[in-house]
Each structure stands twice: as structure tokens, then as C-alpha cells.
């Protein structure tokens, strides 16, 4: 890695914390700079306004959340530890950034870039899912994909607002949610 790479490296990190902690409007350059270990000149080399940095800042995570999510479940071999595996990084995210909900409830959604950003992402994430799914033979992949992947989404609300919510809670989530995907809903018979 060159130095400018190191550096942008660095920049896009501190900028992640703190668009995490303060949300889009109440960041400074500053900040990140500090934050960083550049000063704020040092950012406009790399980054035209803070609404880029904002969004190459988004960029760089959903690569790297693909990379990572890629990756671990290549060490799976069946469909349900695999699910498990999709499942349980992708409520870790919302986990992990449960005190700092700035993130995705001050969304900065104006900006075409930022949502065809967004987009992609889904895109490619639901086309990982769905290719797990093809591998499995699972008829109808991308829909069976776009279904998990809602039904994941739906706790997100759960674990940013219930104070109680802690890990065991998000693993008996995943198991759930598994469970009910692979075998379906089970019915109470009187």
C-alpha cells in the first residue's frame, strides 16, 4: 500500500466513526482530520467536499462488508450454517452500531450519488445471497434471497430501540429466522 493509499485509508476510517457517532450534518472536516492524523487540507487532496467523503466513506464499508461476508461463509458447507453465517453478520452490523443509529436514521438521502451507491450495494448483496441460495439448488433463488434478506431487515428496528437487546438476543433472532426459512412456519394443533 502506497502512502497516499495508507492515508486515504486512514481518512476513510476516522470519517466512518465519526459520520457514526455525529450523523451527516453534524460532522466537521475537522474532526475527521484530527481524527485521521492529517490536517483538514490534507482531506481536500483526496476528497472534493464532505458529501463525497460521505459517500466514498459508504462506498468503502459495503466493499468491505462484501469481501468479509464472502469470505466467511466460503468456510461453511451446508445451507443452513451458511445462512446462519449471511444471517448473523448482517444483524451484527446493526448491532454493533446500535448507540450510534445516526448512521441510518439520519440518512443523507438527497443525494443521487449516495443513493445509487446504496443501490449497488443492495444489488450485489442480494446477488451473493442468491448465488449461496443457486449453489444450494434452492428454486427461485433471487427471490428466496430478497426474502431472507427482508425478513433480516425487519430486525433492525428491534435492535436499535430495545434497550435489552444484547447478543443473545440476535443469535436466537438468527436461529429463528433460519428455522423459520428453511422449514417454514410450524403450527400450534389443538
Known amino acids: 500500500m502506497t502512502r ?6 486512514k481518512i476513510l476510517l476516522a470519517a466512518s466513526q465519526v459520520f457514526g457517532k455525529k450523523g451527516f450534518y453534524d460532522t466537521k472536516m475537522i474532526e475527521v482530520a484530527e481524527l485521521a492524523g492529517v490536517s483538514k487540507g490534507t482531506i481536500y ?14 462506498v468503502h464499508r459495503f466493499r468491505g462488508y462484501l469481501k468479509m461476508i464472502e469470505e466467511k461463509v466460503s468456510r461453511f458447507s451446508t445451507l443452513k450454517e451458511k445462512l446462519i453465517c449471511i444471517a448473523e453478520e448482517q444483524l451484527v452490523v446493526f448491532y454493533n452500531d446500535r448507540h450510534t443509529p445516526n448512521k441510518y436514521l439520519q440518512a ?3 443525494d443521487p450519488k449516495m ?3 446504496l443501490h449497488e450495494f ?3 448483496y442480494h446477488v451473493y445471497v442468491t448465488s449461496v441460495m443457486e ?9 428466496h ?13 428491534d435492535i436499535f430501540f430495545d434497550q435489552h437487546y444484547d447478543y443473545s438476543n440476535l443469535l436466537q433472532t438468527v436461529l429463528f429466522v433460519v428455522d ?4 417454514g412456519c410450524k403450527r400450534n394443533v389443538p
Open 4 to 9: 497516499g493509499q495508507d492515508r486515504k485509508e
Open 122 to 124: 443492495l444489488d450485489h
Open 135 to 143: 449453489e444450494e439448488n434452492i428454486e427461485n433463488a433471487s427471490e
Open 108 to 110: 443523507y438521502n438527497n
Open 180 to 183: 423459520l426459512f428453511i422449514n
Open 145 to 157: 434471497a430478497k426474502a431472507f434478506i427482508g425478513m433480516l431487515e425487519n430486525y433492525k428496528r
Open 45 to 58: 487532496l483526496y476528497y472534493s467536499s464532505k458529501d463525497e467523503l460521505y459517500i466514498e466513506t459508504h
Open 115 to 117: 443513493i445509487q451507491s
